[in-house]
């Protein structure tokens, strides 16, 4: 690998930017050194394998092809673990089939082994919207960061790398690594498919057919026009900004997110993140592990790239749950107050028509990440996986040069401003995510998603305990009216918080005939929550006695982006003497939702990154 270009100069950090993560490091100091503490005492300066007895290492060896099998029976060099989020059902991680071979060929090449540590479970959550499989969803972020933790279980690596791109799945693996902190983790990313119909084209189809003006044969040929090969879906959903936000964390090679699959760039990407993970073992000399690159910065600079960019409210849950992992304390106000000050910087489905491969032609996260730095809005002082600039080292993009990966400097503008600008001309001055509060409680809304003249509903409400309540009523002819529909019941507790997108067409075509339609709802909708506006996450739930429970038809709703404000217009008297109904409905069993049961009696609010895991 090679360098060049322009290396950021460092400025003085933004006053918002840095009172909110000395807030945040005050609040997880005694968490943070606890943590600290157990990475260091997991730290062994030497190979893992060589201590391992002979009887544990003959059964790590045993299956290994003869040349492996005499590095590893050495013991003295390092050996990567693998683990992998391989199926072919995700586009996505469908051209993850053949990594584990490359990497182990790369890493012999570079005198060190690598072995699949173990596979962890990746659903599609394109396949299961809208049914009974979605409800396993969010749960399984949490299964996969346990799968990862038993993968590395064997205590046999000294480095990991992670293969996985989509919603819950690069989360899980991020929050597992984390568990093995004493561990140097790079994530290897496959990268995007090619741009198909186009996002605003397939929605209008979904409206139509919503609508009952467009037949299933035309809506199944306009999806399979918009998803048609391997590689990630190329709206900026959760799947995308997840890959964002590692390379804001520095843990990614500069500038891998977006590279499709086939370019023969991705190829050396992936050999590149070998060569670049066995330097930062202890036998590599530049010890870097996972828990000390993640640290308070980090995890700001994270949700700094977020709101720059627009990205999926699901982050707002997940990367909660991913600091927590680091003994680090957020929460939605520190999003908030970050927003107040982080530009918005892109404009990419669903906060625009571009996809991510317009995004990438036009500078992308390495693009981003540059302008955000020279000015002061990310942190420049934190380790990375890569180079020895601190983030700086991540604002340049790769290139293919005699057969190997270089690191060169961007243009001084975006490509197409249209798609990507420069800090001193943004979209908006402030970032896409913002906090609603009253007496329904505390919300997440997209704000860069939704037109301004849409920021402010005031309507009566229609409460639904279920999609397909929606839906019905809306095939019924009763929605044709401004309202405000309050979807109770979708929270973790009730039923697993399944994203809500059965039902965004309808309300998609209602705000389209003219309607001011808005969602109050404690489910969630993720990074493709579109042009309605919604209030997300209300927390507490219903299940747990929110208030959003006490809303009754007819009541007067208010959801002002402005503000900050979600309440129901009712008299004070009324609404204490009101009481939550009981959940009717009956989701724990069939299609595996009896299996976790247990997850839904003790997971946390969304403001505590609807966790199992720590409780």
Known sequence: ??????????????????????????????????????????????????????????????????????????????????????????????????????????????????????????????????????????????????????????????????????????????????????????????????????????????????????????????????????????????????????????????????????????????????????????AGGDYRPIGHVVNEKTIVNAVIALLATGGSTNHTIHWIAVARAAGILIDWQDFDELSSVIPLLTRVYPNGTADVNAFEDAGGPTFVIRELLSQGLMHA??????????????????????????????????????????????????GGLRLLQGNLGRAIVKASAVPEEAWIVRAPAKVFESQDALVNAYKAGQLNQDFVAVVIFQGPQANGMPELHHFTPVLGSLMSAGYKVALVTDGRMSGASGKVPAALHVSPEVAQGGPLGKVRDGDMIELNVHTGELRALVDDAVWASRTNPIISIDSSYGYGRDLFVAQRRVVTSPEQGASTLFI
Not at 62 to 80: C, G, H, R
């Open 381 to 430: 002082d934190v380790m990375t996986i890569f180079g020895d600039q601190g983030l700086a080292s991540h604002t340049t993009r790769p290139e293919l040069k005699d057969g190997k990966v270089a690191f060169v400097a961007h243009p001084e503008k975006s490509s197409d401003p249209a798609v990507v600008r420069n800090v001193d001309e943004p979209f908006a001055a402030t």
């Open 1 to 282: 690998m090679t360098t060049s270009g322009q290396q950021t100069q460092q400025v003085a950090i933004n006053a918002v930017v840095d009172a909110v993560t000395r807030r945040i490091t005050e609040r997880s100091k005694s968490l943070r050194a606890e943590y600290l503490t157990r990475l260091e005492q997991l730290r062994n300066r030497g190979p893992r394998r060589a201590s391992l007895s002979c009887a544990n290492q003959a059964h790590a060896n045993a299956a290994a092809d003869s040349n492996t099998k005499i590095w590893l029976n050495q013991a003295q060099k390092p050996n990567i673990g693998i683990v992998t989020a391989y199926n072919d059902m995700l586009s996505a991680h469908q051209p993850y089939a053949t990594y584990p071979d490359q990497i182990k060929e790369a890493a012999l090449r570079f005198n060190a082994t690598a072995q699949v540590a173990g596979g962890v479970p990746a659903m599609c959550d394109g396949v299961t919207q809208g049914r009974p499989g979605m409800e396993l969803s969010l749960f399984s972020r949490d299964v996969i960061a346990q799968a990862t933790a038993i993968a590395l279980s064997h205590d046999a690596f000294d480095a990991t790398l992670c293969l996985g791109i989509c919603d819950k799945i690069v989360p899980g693996l991020l929050i597992g690594a984390l568990a093995f902190g004493h561990l140097p983790t790079v994530f290897i990313p496959a990268g995007p498919m090619g741009s198909g119909l186009s996002n605003k084209e397939k929605a209008a189809v979904r409206e139509r057919y919503a609508q009952g003006k467009a037949t299933k044969e035309e809506l199944l040929a306009a999806e399979s026009a918009a998803y048609h090969s391997a590689g990630t879906c190329t709206f900026y959903g959760t799947a995308n900004s997840n890959q964002m936000l590692l390379e804001a964390m520095g843990l990614h090679l500069p500038g891998a997110a977006f590279v499709h699959p086939s370019d023969p760039l991705r190829h050396a990407l992936t050999n590149a993140a070998v060569e670049q993970v066995l330097k930062l073992t202890e």
